[in-house]
């Protein structure tokens, strides 16, 4: 029996659309990660990027659990002395929805080459409405 190992060729990619208003941000961004990588197709090979694309809606209704809207930061540094600068998450989802989910997606795919052209297929939507309804995207519940 041979082990099966997809080709570039062969991929086929889908378009999902997820409400980030209906579950939590850690919930969420796993099941993102999930689609990103193709882990949930039956072709899933590690050194091919063979994911789908992933919508997702409503971010500026970001669900969290706990004290994480005040106590959850977001780090970013100038390069410079003394150059750190500091967000809550209540901060980023007011000022940018869409960084509070990337970072999260971020955080939970492979390090790796492939991680930069995962990323580039996710798609954050502060409302409801979306530019892809000619995708037909199949809804995530």
């Not at 919930?27 to 072709?43: E, F, H, N, Y």
């Not at 492979?110 to 502060?126: C, E, G």
């Amino acid at each position: 029996m041979k082990t099966f190992s997809q080709k570039g060729s062969e991929i086929k990619r889908e378009w999902w659309l997820i409400d980030a208003s209906t579950m939590p941000l850690g919930k969420l961004a796993v099941i993102i990660a999930d689609k990103l990588m193709g882990k949930s197709k039956i072709t899933y090979t590690p050194h091919i990027d063979n994911g789908d694309y992933v919508i997702v809606i409503n971010a500026k209704d970001l669900v969290v659990t706990g004290e994480k809207m005040t106590q959850k930061k977001y780090y970013r540094h100038s390069g410079y002395p003394g150059g750190i600068k500091e967000l809550k998450l209540e901060e980023v989802i007011e000022k940018d929805p869409a960084r509070a989910i990337n970072e999260a997606v971020k955080g939970m795919l492979p390090k790796n080459k492939l991680a930069a052209d995962r990323l580039k297929r996710l798609r954050v939507f502060s409302g409801a409405e979306h530019a892809h309804a000619a995708q037909n995207p199949k809804e995530i519940k």
